[in-house]
């Protein structure tokens, strides 16, 4: 073998091809996936969404309920120590501020400030009321009297 022939063959040996390695899928998602991912996503917010939304108002009703029961049993325990409601003019605000001329007040019968309805509006306090010593009540989503489901109005009688 000559020199050149030698150098034929190593060159020979290294330029050879393998051959071409089975096509290998890349890591990713299809467009057709995603897209059947985002039907079935939306699928589900369609059937879920309403749902969840609902409680929310359902909630909003209860805490109504808890709200009107604290301030209840603040006004009797106001009526305890005065012997009478506070009065129409005085409201709930008489719960935490003493009145001018009620010597026998021993509050503050809340220990914060009286809340307004989730709805963000304040309670409705008649004293005398139609339904009682006193109507305590909220008109609910609405803000008008009547209505039903999350505008209907919660009342302490």
Known sequence: MHASE?????????????????????????????????????????????????QIGKSQIKVTRAQIDGL??????????????PNTEQGLIALTLQPPGEPKWAGPYM??????DPWGVDYRYVAPGEHGDYDLLSYGRDGRPGGDGEDADVTSW
């Open 6 to 54: 030698s150098h034929f063959l190593v060159t020979a040996n290294v330029t050879s091809k393998q051959p071409a390695a089975p096509h290998q899928r890349s890591a990713g998602f299809t467009l057709l996936e995603l897209l059947v991912v985002m039907v079935i996503i939306g699928l589900l917010a369609g059937y879920v969404g309403p749902k969840l939304f609902g």
């Open 72 to 85: 209840s049993k603040a006004l009797d325990q106001y009526r305890i120590d005065t012997g009478h409601y």
């Open 111 to 116: 220990s914060k400030a009286v809340p307004k």
